[in-house]
């Protein structure tokens, strides 16, 4: 079982940036695929972006070169670095991983971009 845990969220003007991390119980945090989603009000939760156990990294168009997710092994953490935030940023951030079938889920950590 893996336990979940986002953290750095907040508000932020448009343009601005801020760092979420995924704190991962356990110790098979290095064999686990990592995913970042979110979800916006009324709008269905949509994935951002993955880092592989490999270090591979996709991202959505979305926010591909604005957003860069990384990870460290030791410390058992993923994190979103986001730049260049736009008010349709704004949504619950969530992490996630998918280990021996079962998908595991943070809580959440609100992103909202306002003036």
């Known amino acids: 079982q893996v336990q979940l845990v986002e953290s750095g969220g907040g508000l932020v003007q448009p343009g601005g940036s801020l760092r979420l991390s995924c704190a991962a119980s356990?110790?098979?945090?290095?064999?686990?695929?990592m995913d970042w989603y979110r979800q916006a009000p009324g709008k269905q939760r949509e994935w951002v972006a993955v880092?592989?156990?490999?270090?591979?990294?996709n991202y959505a168009d979305s926010v591909k070169g604005r957003f860069t997710i990384s990870r460290d092994n030791a410390q058992n953490t993923v994190y979103l670095q986001m730049n260049g935030l736009k008010p349709e940023d704004t949504a619950v951030y969530y992490c996630?991983?998918?280990?021996?079938?079962?998908?595991?889920w943070g809580q959440g950590t609100q992103v909202t971009v306002s003036s």
């Open positions: 880092i592989t156990r490999g270090g591979r990294i």
């Open positions: 356990g110790n098979i945090f290095r064999f686990l695929h």
């Open positions: 996630h991983t998918n280990e021996g079938g079962t998908d595991y």
